[in-house]
Antibody, heavy 117, light 107 residues
Framework: QVQPVESGGEVKRPGASVKLSCKASGYTLTSYGVHWVRQAPGQSLEWMGWIKAADGNTKYSQKFQDRVTISIDTSATTAYLELSSLRSEDTAVYFC??????????WGQGALVTVSS | DIQLTQSPYFLSASVGDRVTLTCRASQGIGGYLAWYQQKPGKAPNLLIKDASTLQSGVPARFSGSGSGTEFTLTISSLQPEDFATYYCQQLYEYPLTFGGGTKVQIK
């Protein structure tokens, strides 16, 4: 199936960082962009940022601007989300989605990040 | 940031019913709205982009309309597999934002 495959979800201590991976499966990463969207338990969806895989151009939500880095390793056909200074409110399922600048056409299965002391 | 308000928050309906979900934007966004369906424990699935463009593979019983600040998603005849939560998302400007969702449950 043509969809991203995510990995890297785990339990983290407050103040730590987490790096999630989003690997292209069945398509060429550089032909698309990648969105990162998170969903806290029982909550709606929250957009974090987007990267254009072809040139690494990024857009971030200002809410996460100081703590998030989205990057691309085109040789590994993988996109990454790194979130630093984790707090309990960052506990969520993190989705990556292949898409254009505006929507996610094909979503990964999600990676659960739990922030707990 | 553009706020999206979905109503109702919860909708109880029967198989075969026609249902209409609403999404209101805090400012005009033209026709730049998408709708997603999400089932429990699963990722969202894009149904409609640009207010009314049905995505490939999405059944024709789904339709979208609206522009400016008010948008609707209509399911013409609800099927068992349609019971899910539906989210709208604006494509007008960054940061992209989502509505709070409408949960459609079986009556």
């Amino acid at each position: 199936q043509v969809q991203p495959v995510e990995s890297g979800g785990e339990v983290k201590r407050p103040g730590a960082s987490v790096k999630l991976s989003c690997k292209a499966s069945g398509y060429t990463l550089t032909s698309y962009g990648v969105h990162w969207v998170r969903q806290a338990p029982g909550q709606s969806l929250e957009w974090m940022g987007w990267i254009k895989a072809a040139d690494g151009n990024t857009k971030y939500s200002q809410k996460f601007q100081d703590r998030v880095t989205i990057s691309i390793d085109t040789s590994a056909t993988t996109a990454y989300l790194e979130l630093s200074s984790l707090r309990s409110e960052d506990t969520a399922v993190y989705f990556c989605a292949r898409g254009d600048r505006w929507v996610g056409h094909s979503w990964g299965q999600g990676a659960l990040v739990t922030v707990s002391s | 940031d553009i706020q999206l308000t979905q109503s109702p928050y919860f909708l109880s309906a029967s198989v075969g019913d026609r249902v209409t979900l609403t999404c209101r934007a805090s400012q005009g966004i033209g026709g730049y709205l998408a709708w997603y369906q999400q089932k429990p424990g699963k990722a969202p699935n894009l149904l409609i982009k640009d207010a009314s463009t049905l995505q490939s593979g999405v059944p024709a019983r789904f339709s979208g309309s609206g522009s400016g600040t008010e948008f609707t998603l209509t399911i013409s005849s609800l099927q068992p597999e349609d019971f899910a939560t539906y989210y709208c998302q604006q494509l007008y400007e960054y940061p992209l934002t989502f509505g709070g969702g409408t949960k459609v449950q079986i009556k």
